[in-house]
C-alpha cells in the first residue's frame, strides 16, 4: 500500500482541476466524522478557494515554498537559540 507521502507527491502532480476534485473527494469522506455545519462550511471554503485559483485571483505556491516562505518569517520575528 502506498502511503501517504507518496499519494501526496503523485497528487501533487495532477492538473489543478484534478486536484480541486480529488480535495472535494476526500473532504466529503471525512464529513461523517465532522458536524454537517462544520463539513459544509468547509466544503464552501474549498469552493471559494478553488474559484480563486481559477479565475487567477491567487496563484498557487509549491508547498516546499510555502514551508520555506514560513521558515523564513519565523527565523526572522523569533529569538534566535
Known sequence: MATSEEIFRDAMALPPEARAELTERLVESL??????DIATEQLAEVRRRIAQVESGEVELVPGDEALARVRNLLAQHLPSS
Open 31 to 36: 464529513a461523517q466524522d465532522v458536524s454537517p
